[in-house]
Nanobody, 117 residues
Framework: QVQPVESGGGLVQAGGSLRLSCATSGTIFRSNDMGWYRQTPGKQRESVAVISSGGSSNYADSVKGRFTISRDNAKNTLYLQMSSLKPEETGVYYC???????????WGKGTLVTVSS
């Protein structure tokens, strides 16, 4: 089973920035849309941002203007640049591949983002 590997999380003060990375197999990465998801305490996992295989992106309303999703197809790596972070965005961030609206991969371990107030 293929799982993505997320990294880049950590502790940051409110208003700060972090860049997350996600790596997975090249074949899956290059041929699918990719997305970032997060699970915050007491809430279900939610979609944060999605980028198509062609590079167009969409964001949850709550992160528009603050987060930027990008992909490097040569490195099979997905990124999420997060800025102006808020304490309520503390949680575990995951990535996945998406094909026709369906998640392709098993969930990885995610990367923990902690935003202190």
């Amino acid at each position: 089973q293929v799982q993505p590997v997320e990294s880049g999380g950590g502790l940051v003060q409110a208003g700060g920035s972090l860049r997350l990375s996600c790596a997975t197999s090249g074949t899956i990465f290059r041929s699918n849309d990719m997305g970032w998801y997060r699970q915050t305490p007491g809430k279900q996992r939610e979609s944060v941002a999605v980028i198509s295989s062609g590079g167009s992106s969409n964001y949850a309303d709550s992160v528009k203007g603050r987060f930027t999703i990008s992909r490097d197809n040569a490195k099979n790596t997905l990124y999420l640049q997060m800025s102006s972070l808020k304490p309520e965005e503390t949680g575990v961030y995951y990535c996945n591949a998406i094909r026709s609206g369906i998640l392709v991969l098993y969930w990885g371990k995610g990367t923990l983002v902690t935003v202190s107030s």
